[in-house]
């Protein structure tokens, strides 16, 4: 079985983030980049599944920066066999349907691909349809938001939280997942693995090798920022001193402020 995880380069979740306030893109050089840790989650899976099939082999696949790198080779220092890497400057600032066509697009050149797993969303953007969507493109049927999986040579089930209860999904192979953070607590690399991920293949695709055109100047429609400010600094707030008329000033502060 060759199965494809998708996986994404953001700031570190415990920094500051910041929007470029020229651009009002993500500023992602303001902070250290990491593996986002729901690809982590979506790796585990993969790996339990190989750790009992010897024969299965593990793609990590994602589209970023030049030194997004840096990420795949921790996915691979985990277990994942190889990994490949889309990037080119016309991809800078695509929204999730450009993004779903480059990494669908990836898939079918890797070939083969009997799965694909995901988060369910990404901690810097929080979009949560990419998985759909290269399912859509790729004509797989997807089973999304999964908190449980399990795989076998034929299919993919899981449990899926709603509102009000839980639904029980499964589909037969190809297929496209993807799990929440309750699916599964990622390993940590081990030295040998460390070690081991500095030979594993790492390709790096542009989008004329994948013989397509995407992007935002590729897009037929594209939202424009006008205008954007930074958030204006804190500032402290009234003081009362308790002179008997205390209740009286709180009173009309929470009236005049539409609080009450």
Do not use: C, H
């Not at 500051?16 to 593996?35: F, H, N, T, W, Y």
């Not at 986002?36 to 010897?54: F, H, P, T, V």
């Not at 790096?204 to 424009?224: D, F, K, M, N, Y």
């Not at 204006?232 to 209740?247: Q, S």
Request: hydrophobic share 45%; aromatic share 2%.
């Amino acid at each position: 079985m060759k199965i494809v995880v998708l996986a994404k380069q953001v700031p570190d979740t415990w920094s500051d983030r910041k929007i470029d306030l020229e651009s009002g893109m993500l500023d992602r050089a303001a902070s250290e980049p990491v593996p986002d840790e729901i690809n982590e989650r979506a790796l585990e899976n993969a790996l339990q599944y190989k750790d009992a099939n010897k024969d299965a082999e593990i793609v990590v696949l994602s589209m970023g920066l030049e030194d997004t790198t840096k990420t795949l080779r921790k996915l691979l220092s985990m277990g994942a066999d190889s990994a490949v890497l889309v990037t080119d400057p016309a991809l800078a600032g695509s929204d999730m349907v450009q993004t779903a066509r480059v990494l669908a697009a990836a898939v079918q050149r890797i070939g083969g691909v009997d799965l694909v797993v995901a988060g369910n969303e990404a901690t810097d953007g929080r979009g949560g349809m990419i998985p759909a969507m290269v399912a859509e493109i790729l004509g797989f049927p997807v089973l999304p938001g999964l908190d449980a999986v399990q795989i076998a040579a034929d299919g993919v089930s899981g449990a899926a939280q709603v509102d009000g209860g839980s639904l029980s999904l499964s589909a037969p192979l190809p297929a496209v997942v993807s799990v929440t953070e309750k699916s599964a607590e990622p390993r940590f690399p081990n030295f040998k693995g460390i070690m081991a991920a500095k030979k594993k293949p790492l390709d790096t695709w542009s989008l004329a090798e994948l013989g397509i055109t995407a992007g935002p100047e590729a897009a037929s429609v594209r939202s424009v920022m006008v205008s954007a400010t930074a958030r204006p600094a804190k500032e402290a707030g009234p003081k009362i001193t308790d002179d008997g008329t205390a209740a009286a000033q709180l009173a009309e502060f929470l009236v005049a402020n539409r609080l009450v």
